[in-house]
């Protein structure tokens, strides 16, 4: 069983939708961070929660540490949003490394 | 102004011919991280430093090393390239390892013939 699972696997959506990515994982952690990273590779760290819920624009990222879960939103998709979105952890147990979920590959249509 | 830079970002070498991919920040983070990503995978650690303290992951081929010559630079060498090695490699910087932002360069993709 992988530390650090993503759903769903693939998303496509229309643009305005609503999209919601989930994350969960089952060790202890001390930061968790949603990465975006478009085709040709580059990683842009979207946010980094170690508790609650933070806004960027039209991203928002929450966190429940007791049930070990985080979700990304993002309000008002558009095709820009077209990335695959990851998950990583910060362990609290070999905290120098993040353990990264498999993304979710978001394809939002015009 | 980009904030972590490789160099180049894309790379095509011979089966067994030795390369280096580099990596440079103008944050003056104290840890540097490298990166393995195949297609469809998620980015696999292969090596951190924290300023020249090396640590390099378990199951890292011995293929692979690494230099930190500086605060600002980090190499990865790849000693003799297999098929296998043809990968997106990225590298990442964060002030210290916890509770850090981490921050990426844009990658180098290697191809090997």
């Known amino acids: 069983k992988n530390e650090v699972e993503q759903s769903p696997q693939n998303l496509t959506a229309q643009e305005g939708e609503f999209i919601t990515i989930n994350c969960s994982y089952s060790?202890?952690?001390?930061?968790l961070h949603w990465l975006q990273q478009h085709p040709g590779g580059g990683i842009v760290s979207l946010f980094m929660?170690?508790?609650g819920k933070k806004k960027h624009g039209r991203l928002i990222a929450t966190i429940n540490i007791q049930e070990k879960h985080s979700s990304l939103h993002i309000t008002a998709s558009h095709p820009r949003d077209s990335a695959v979105y990851i998950c990583a952890v910060r362990e609290i147990q070999g905290a120098q490394k993040l353990v990264f979920g498999q993304g979710t590959r978001l394809t939002i249509n015009p | 102004d980009a904030m972590v830079i490789q160099n180049p970002r894309y790379q095509v070498t011979q089966f067994g011919k030795p390369v280096t991919l580099s990596c440079s920040q103008t944050?003056?983070?104290?840890?540097m991280y490298w990166y393995q990503q195949k297609s469809s995978q998620a980015p696999k650690l292969l090596f951190h430093?924290?300023?020249?303290?090396?640590?390099n992951e378990a199951d890292t081929p011995d293929n692979f090393q690494s230099r930190r010559p500086n605060t600002s630079f980090c190499f990865l060498d790849i000693r003799s390239p297999g098929l296998g090695d043809a990968a997106m490699y990225l590298c990442?910087?964060?002030?210290?390892?916890?509770?850090?932002?981490?921050?990426f360069g844009p990658g180098t993709r290697l191809l090997v013939l």
């Open positions: 430093y924290y300023d020249k303290d090396f640590n």
């Open positions: 929660l170690s508790s």
């Open positions: 990442a910087t964060s002030q210290d390892y916890f509770q850090e932002t981490q921050y």
């Open positions: 060790v202890g952690i001390s930061a």
């Open positions: 944050l003056n983070h104290n840890v």
